[in-house]
């Protein structure tokens, strides 16, 4: 190969390397705008394989699901639902576990940039004296993936999966995330619009207050 050859070989190498290096790549938590994002239509959250999913879980180390508790029968959408918890092995009678008080629901992913704004919103309600219960549900996401999220955010309540989109049917959620729902203690919900997204605990807690209310 004569020595002209080998140079226009390098350079050549060298202007694809450059491209390579340029090229965008997917980022598991891609930046984004701060409204809603919608919900990819060809994805369906996993189911979780527990053994697998041992080490992310004990990372995360997120609180346990709620339980069945006390004496009130499940009411309204989701009162006949099961579904995985995220945070440890096993299923959730979501609708007996949330029967007779009040829980804010928050539909999130871990691909979903607003999601991720809002999961220190919420562990900051939590932490209030007047909040209720606090419950997210994973939706069209890899399990491993919304658990690393929690990781990296240090997300203090718990959540379930929605595998099979029971929980969106039975909502009848928009195809947009993040959204966010007041289940009351009758077994009734109600959508937060306003804000979609939310910015501070402080209106977390006035949108709570609305639906609770019936504003």
Do not use: K
Not at 70 to 75: C, D, I, M
Not at 95 to 101: D, E, K, L
């Amino acid at each position: 190969m004569s020595s002209e050859l080998r140079w226009t070989v390098l350079v050549v190498v060298l202007t694809l390397a450059g491209v390579v290096a340029l090229w965008p790549r997917p980022d598991p938590y891609p930046d984004g705008p701060g409204g809603p994002l919608p919900v990819p239509a060809e994805q369906l959250a996993q189911r979780p394989d527990d053994a697998a999913l041992g080490p992310a879980r004990a990372a995360a180390a997120l609180p346990p699901c709620p339980h069945p508790s006390g004496s009130s029968q499940p009411a309204g959408p989701l009162a006949d639902l099961v579904v995985p918890c995220l945070g440890d092995a096993g299923a959730v009678p979501l609708g007996r576990a949330v029967a007779g008080r009040p829980v804010l629901l928050n539909l999130w992913a871990s691909w979903c940039a607003p999601c991720r704004e809002e999961i220190p919103v919420f562990d900051a309600y939590a932490a209030r004296l007047d909040a209720i219960e606090v419950l997210g549900v994973v939706v069209r996401d890899r399990p491993e993936d919304a658990l690393a999220l929690a990781d990296r955010l240090g997300q203090r309540y718990p959540s379930v999966l929605d595998p099979d989109n029971a929980v969106q049917a039975a909502l009848v959620a928009p195809p947009v995330l993040p959204t966010s729902w007041v289940l009351r203690s009758d077994g009734s919900v109600v959508r937060v619009t306003d804000p979609l997204v939310f910015r501070t605990a402080d209106q977390v807690a006035s949108a709570v207050e609305a639906a609770l209310a019936g504003r």
